[in-house]
T-cell receptor, first 114, second 116 residues
Framework: AQSVSQHNHHVILSEAASLELGCNYS??????LFWYVQYPGQHLQLLLK??????LVKGIKGFEAEFIKSKFSFNLRKPSVQWSDTAEYFC????????????FGTGTQLKVEL | GAVVSQHPSRVICKSGTSVKIECRSL??????MFWYRQFPKQSLMLMAT?????????EQGVEKDKFLINHASLTLSTLTVTSAHPEDSSFYIC????????????FGPGTRLTVL
């Protein structure tokens, strides 16, 4: 069974710092990759997704992620975080032919301090 | 667009009672809906996949007689937790997949269930 690992469980940054959250998956076939964000008290929202094509994907709110197939990774980045980016971030994967089932990582709680 | 609602947002019930949670896609037709459970400080775990007009497919370890799922229309799926016990207390989240973009799911706000 596929699994998704997020190595950073809690991250604290100051405003304007750069962000990189790690995500690795364990499936060797064709995958679709997602990053979701959950702001306090709100529902999950899609930040960005990768299905095919350019491995550098740009999402909403200045976030981007890079798919590195050889490393089974899909790390999330933002060059300059804001206080409003405080949230929980989830990496998720579906595998082609897997019935569109999302497997989520354990999440990373990001706190941005003023 | 692509808004998913859940009702109720919070429910408290006594042990042994049944609770129904509704998931609606408000502005699109969802051929597939998913039900997840999220424990505190943990990730979302898929419970079942629900296709309109057919029986739900449950993940391994999820009791189908305990968690009844109905997807009677393209905009509504329900999850009924039968004979609820305190260990069923959790945050239940649904998502819906737009038919034309099968790989993207849109999430509801979740339902906090507390069983006393």
């Amino acid at each position: 069974a596929q699994s998704v690992s997020q190595h950073n469980h809690h991250v604290i940054l100051s405003e304007a710092a750069s962000l990189e959250l790690g995500c690795n998956y364990s499936y060797g076939g064709t995958v679709n990759l997602f990053w979701y964000v959950q702001y306090p008290g709100q529902h999950l929202q899609l930040l960005l997704k990768y299905f095919s094509g350019d491995p550098l994907v740009k999402g909403i709110k200045g976030f981007e992620a890079e798919f590195i197939k050889s490393k089974f990774s899909f790390n999330l980045r933002k060059p300059s975080v804001q206080w409003s980016d405080t949230a929980e971030y989830f990496c998720a994967v579906t595998q082609t032919g897997g019935g569109n089932k999302l497997t989520f990582g354990t999440g990373t709680q990001l706190k941005v301090e003023l | 667009g692509a808004v998913v609602s859940q009702h109720p947002s919070r429910v408290i019930c006594k042990s042994g009672t049944s609770v129904k949670i509704e998931c609606r896609s408000l502005d699109f037709q969802a051929t597939t809906m998913f039900w997840y459970r999220q424990f505190p400080k943990q990730s979302l775990m898929l419970m079942a996949t629900s296709n309109e007009g057919s029986k739900a497919t449950y993940e391994q370890g999820v009791e189908k007689d305990k968690f009844l799922i109905n997807h009677a229309s393209l905009t509504l799926s329900t999850l009924t937790v039968t004979s609820a016990h305190p260990e069923d207390s959790s945050f239940y989240i649904c998502s819906a997949s737009i038919a034309r973009d099968y790989n993207e799911q849109f999430f509801g706000p979740g339902t906090r269930l507390t069983v006393l």
